[in-house]
């Protein structure tokens, strides 16, 4: 019987809340009629300053009534009550203290509002606000992170990217890079968004030791969603991911500035004295040399710097009355990427066999530059119609400049190791050969220019719909000009198969289309349905793409905490150029067989990519502390599929949509405060993802051990089948000082299937295939500076000092990043390992004001 009323007592409660603002309005219409209208507008935010949506805005006793957008912001139309008695505006959300306030018509201002998080217990029921600003339990595959645990998680740079490699689904098996691929995707098929203008990433990188840092800086991101799969029709076309940031909205002067020994970062963000100009703006600096001084096999003199500005100013435009109506918002950044190396030598020991091991050892010559410079900026014009009726236009434009300047000979001797523990030779060479030398030039220089224009509109004709669509329009114009000569010699012999010339010259212009629409609708209390389409079309290769999506959630009446989610849609990837530049070119002319041409291929198709997604989502209290459990299951088949191989981070597209693929995998997440005050979280991953390349086959041979013929190869392992892939976060603080907290960081993934170039038979298969582990720990102790109250405060004044020490890779782990291919004068080739970095110690100072 108890349980029973405890049930009826929380759906009770949801349904008087859910359906407030219908009530409200009901329970008004017989109110006095008011003798005129006068505007008012204003933002809602929460205690941590972040902006609320769907908060319910009325007035007492009058009839109608609001929401509030994405950004928190309103407007409304209130009526002079008869009497002279004051109008009371009420604000209600879910979770959190209903805001009452009176008004003072006879001085029209933009109001500022700010909700508190309401714990209080209905019987047995706890109602607790959300800080994420995202109900998860509506939405598939969504994970709302916060960007300060990225300045807390020990990671070698710092990166904000390595906190998603802690999420079930994504793998990163590299430390020195930004990249990650997604539920069996490449890194290529991710979207990035920052305030709805798409991010793009530099396209000749080849190597993790020449990347920068990712395009996020946490010190100006409000909020971060990140979507694994099944995301709705708003976002573009990409068959892997999205990742969308909110930049923050100062609500006074703040500032601050970070220092370690790979580099550092500082930001600014104010508000105008009238409230109408905000501005934020961060620089970070990454010189990665102590770190890649601690690769094993590359010695030489490193000289790496990345540095890059980012800035966001936003400026409300709107009437005295209403100045949040029409607002402004300009995103412009720049990024600078320099890598110089000076190879001197290398050494690798890898085994041949069971018992047998080997050592190739590299004498270098000659130095290489790599440098990327990428400029992108942004508009985005909103505007209030009405209350329910909000348009945005949306302008952007990036250029990339990017060149690969190589001039490297490197000798090579090969040596069979001793490895009888026993023997006084241990570990020294007991035969070496002179295996030959190879030679690399390359003078390449990419530019790339994109412009998009792109308006959107949201309508929400009541507390339970949501219209949203779009349109955008896109021009591309690429420039790429390659020229490479290589050649490898054994024994003083050079065969024409390992000379080879490439040169090509190739410009890409372009347009594309795209749109969308969607609606979210509230059927009940208890179950919410988006469904809705988008369409691309891309003027290279003359196809038009439609991908209908629909989600679905639910949850139960009976027990709140617990929604059930799914999830189905047909998505599509237009290739870009790198899809289209095969890595097999052609040749010139018969009478310099040695030189190649790289192709385009325009009429490549889109890939498209089919997704069946459910899961649940569980809230509960343990240790009398909130935690989530999410887990779903998910299967992707793919058809009209470029293949692609990866060497370290470049990936080399086939250009052919000559493949089937399917990737099939389980996620599960629990995350919560193990320890009081501190979030942890625990993230498994489970995949199989395979493709079936069409004329594929495979050597058979009989009994005797001679060949028979060949056969089709079938569905093998695509370059990112990680089987299993494991990410736990953990914080903990001293029991009664939580300014001393110390982090574990853990990451595992099992082994990728590296293949070696020119030998078919061998990819998709588990010869190389490696294990990942890393494990970072950190310290840190906060000394807070802070004075007693608010208004003693002043403006860059010193606040806190977070000191923190790291030491990276505690178990010493030879993790690798993919292997170079050596072939001796008998065509027998070797797989020599690229490892990553060692143990190491840094140090990092964030200094708040």
């Known amino acids: 019987m108890q349980e029973r009323n405890q049930m009826k007592q929380r759906l009770l409660c949801k349904v008087l809340i859910m359906f407030w603002l219908l009530i409200f309005s009901y329970s008004t219409a017989l109110a006095q009629p008011t003798a005129s209208r006068l505007p008012i507008s204003g933002t809602v935010r929460d205690a941590d300053g972040h902006p609320l949506d769907l908060v319910g805005i009325g007035v007492e006793g009058q009839p109608g009534g609001t929401t509030t957008d994405e950004q928190g912001h309103f407007s409304l139309n209130v009526g002079r009550p008869a009497g002279n008695r004051t109008p009371v505006l009420i604000a209600r959300r879910l979770g959190f203290h209903t805001l009452r306030v009176p008004l003072n018509l006879s001085e029209p201002r933009e109001l500022s509002l700010t909700l508190q998080p309401d714990s209080r217990a209905i019987g047995n029921v706890t109602v607790r606000g959300r800080t994420d600003n995202t109900d998860t339990r509506e939405q598939v595959s969504i994970t709302p992170l916060d960007p300060r645990a990225a300045k807390e998680l020990p990671s070698a740079f710092g990166d904000f990217n390595k906190i998603l490699t802690t999420l079930p689904g994504v793998v990163a098996n590299n430390e020195l890079t930004s990249t990650y691929s997604v539920r069996g995707g490449n890194y290529d098929e991710n979207l990035v968004y920052v305030n709805g203008i798409e991010v793009y990433r530099p396209f000749l990188v080849t190597s993790a030791q020449q990347e920068g840092l990712s395009f996020v800086n946490p010190d100006l991101v409000s909020k971060v969603e990140f979507s694994s799969g099944g995301w709705q029709p708003k976002y573009g076309d990409k068959l892997s991911s999205v990742l969308s940031l909110d930049y923050k909205t100062p609500q006074r002067f703040e500032a601050s500035a970070t220092g370690s020994l790979v580099g550092g970062t500082a930001h600014v963000g104010a508000i105008s004295a009238n409230k109408r100009i905000t501005y934020l703006a961060g620089v970070r600096y990454k010189n990665a040399q102590y770190v890649l001084n601690s690769l094993k096999q590359n010695q030489g003199g490193y000289n790496p710097t990345f540095y890059d500005g980012q800035a966001y100013v936003s400026a409300a435009l709107g009437p005295q009355d209403n100045p949040e109506r029409t607002t402004l918002g300009l995103l412009t950044t720049f990024a600078h990427n320099a890598f110089r190396f000076t190879p001197e030598s290398g050494q690798s020991t890898f085994s041949t066999s069971v018992n047998q091991f080997s050592r190739l050892t590299i004498f270098y010559d000659g130095h290489e530059r790599m440098q990327y410079d990428t400029y992108q900026g942004g508009l985005n014009l909103r505007h209030n119609f009405t209350p329910k009726l909000q348009g945005e236009l949306l302008a952007g434009a990036m250029i990339s400049r990017e060149l690969e300047y190589r001039d490297v000979e490197a000798n090579y001797l090969l040596s069979d190791i001793n490895r009888d523990p026993n023997s006084p030779d241990f570990n020294l060479p007991t035969r070496v050969r002179d295996l030959g030398s190879r030679f690399n030039n390359s003078r390449n220089n990419l530019t790339a220019r994109i412009a998009t224009l792109e308006a959107r509109g949201r309508w929400t004709p009541g507390t339970r719909h949501v219209v949203r669509w779009g349109a955008k329009a896109g021009r591309e114009k690429i420039e790429d000009t390659l020229n490479e000569y290589s050649f490898a010699d054994s024994a003083d012999y ?45 003027t290279v290769n003359q196809q038009l793409v439609i991908s209908p999506r629909v989600q679905y959630a639910y949850t139960s009446p009976r027990h709140p905490n617990v929604s059930w989610k799914a999830a189905t849609g047909v998505y599509y990837q237009p290739p870009f150029y790198r899809e289209l530049r095969s890595q097999v070119g052609t040749r010139l002319s018969a009478s310099d067989p040695l030189v190649i041409q790289a192709q385009l291929n325009p009429e490549l198709r889109a890939q498209r990519s089919l997704h069946f997604i459910v899961g649940n989502e569980i809230r509960f209290k343990q240790f009398g502390r909130d935690f989530r459990f999410t887990g779903e299951a998910y299967y992707k088949y793919l058809t009209d599929v470029v293949p692609y191989d990866i060497d370290n981070v470049r990936l080399r597209y086939f250009a052919k949509n000559n493949a089937r693929a399917y990737a099939a995998g389980v996620d599960a997440r629990v995350s919560g405060e193990f320890v009081k005050g501190a979030e942890s979280w625990f993230s498994l991953g489970v995949l199989t993802t395979r493709e079936n390349l069409d004329g594929d086959s495979i050597n058979t041979y009989n009994d005797a051990g001679q060949k028979s013929g060949r056969v089709p190869k079938g569905y093998i392992r695509r370059p990112s089948d990680q089987r299993l892939n494991l990410g736990i976060f953990f914080q903990d603080h001293l029991p009664d000082n939580p300014s001393v907290r110390g982090y574990v960081n853990v990451v595992f993934g099992t082994g990728l299937p590296f293949s070696p170039p020119d030998l078919p038979d061998l990819r998709g298969t588990s010869k190389l295939s490696r294990s990942y582990k890393r494990v970072d720990l950190g310290f840190s102790k906060v000394i807070s500076l802070r004075n007693a109250t608010e208004a003693t405060r002043k403006p860059g004044q010193l606040e806190s000092l977070w000191i923190g020490l790291e030491l990276l890779n505690v178990l010493a782990a030879n993790n690798v990043a993919g292997y170079n291919y050596v072939q001796d004068i008998n065509g027998v080739t070797y797989s020599v390992p690229n490892y990553l970095s060692q143990r190491l110690v840094n140090l990092r100072v964030i200094a708040r004001f």
């Open 494 to 538: 050079v065969p024409d198969a390992r000379r080879t010339r490439l040169l090509s010259n190739l410009n890409l212009s372009s347009y594309r289309y795209q749109g969308y629409a969607q609606h979210t609708i509230e059927l009940d209390s208890t179950q919410t349905l988006t469904y809705g389409v988008r369409f691309h079309y891309w």
